[in-house]
């Protein structure tokens, strides 16, 4: 991967913590005009910034624009966080480079050591893989050090509708087996697309549906989009429509990333759940349209909507609040969906994280000696258990 270098500040001054929006700006005093990382100071302050719009030569980091409601680049570090590019540049894993994080006895700690950006190391633990994750169980990130991407000399985006769950997935399963170097590949099902028809004015076609998105030259996206469409035709897709104009695909994608509010407006008045799975991209059809069997038979109002190019999706349901059975019934599909998951070799959570509602979850993941290795590094860490008491184990 082609890597630029360029230094950021490590200044208070220069990041808007209050509005929520991280101002990315190179170091004019930085050793190298490139841009290979960034390090940004985190806190609840460094929220969706406007990547390679803001410095489209320097570099971008895909993943900021879209995980959550307004994830903070720390949040989403303590959660160990993706958005709608994993499948092409990683989650948020595979991008922190280096952890600021101050321990819960007060010391502070450089993940990687202190001001360290390197590619690979065999040097001891890995403590950043460790705190990437941990949920604020183990301390509090204040800053984090990312890797930056080259912005793609072009960009195509495209819809594709389908006659079932299964022929999507499939098309999503063929395609990554192909190796084409898809950037983005996200399933919304029907209820799910007309939801986002309905609230971002779409016209897409009511049905299960893949949004996706190809980066490259124009020569290698040519190649790209052939085979993508000879895949979907063979898994008898009945729509391809593309979108290479900016505009058509920041539309597309900004209905994608208002999925969560086109799924509440389906009830108004009720709360969104959500949950996630991932498994193994091999399971991905059999455990999608068992999901949305599941669905059906609960008499839920919900929603699927996945990054399948990384074998993860969601569920959103609509519940009312006031209505306990409905509530069990919404808690009763997650942990079902979950177990479904663990089934075939993946996890209960690909993005959402354990929190307080998948702690037994994640003793049937990881086993009882998991666990205990688990609780051993929290008790070493945070021996007056201080940090989220309660969460994860
Ligand atoms: C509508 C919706 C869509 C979502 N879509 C995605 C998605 O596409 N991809 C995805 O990965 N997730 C998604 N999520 C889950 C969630 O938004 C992300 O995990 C996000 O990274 C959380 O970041 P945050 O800053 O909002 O953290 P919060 O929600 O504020 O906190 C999450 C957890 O991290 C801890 N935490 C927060 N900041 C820090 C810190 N600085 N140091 C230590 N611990 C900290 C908190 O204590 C808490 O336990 C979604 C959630 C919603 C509601």
Redesign the pocket.
Known sequence: MCLLLLQSYNNMGTMSRCTGWCLLQSDPHGPNPGAEYRRLL???GA?RHPQSAQHPPAGQWPLVS???????????????????NAVRYG??RDNVLNLE?VLPGGQLLHTAGQGRHYRKSAAGYNLTGL?VG????L????AATLRLHPAPETTVAATCAFPSVQAAVDSTVHILQAAVPVARIEFLDEVMMDACNRHSKLDCRVAPTLFLEFHGSEQALGEQVQRTEEITQSNGAFHFSWAKEAEERSQLWAARHN???AALALRPGCK?Y?T?VCVPISRLPEILVQAKEDLKASGLTGTIVG?VGDGNF?C?LLVDPEDTEELRRVEAFAQQLGRRALALHGTCT????I?LGKRQLLQEEVGAVGIETMRQLKATLDPRGL??PG?VL
Do not use: Q
């Open positions: 985190g806190g609840g929220r879209y995980p959550g409601a307004d994830a903070s680049l720390c949040g989403m570090a303590a959660t160990g966080a993706s958005g709608t989650t948020i994080v705190f941990s949920e604020g169980t301390g509090l990130i204040t999925a969560w509010y969104g959500a996630d990054h969601h959103i690909g993005e959402h994280g929190g940090m989220n969460k």
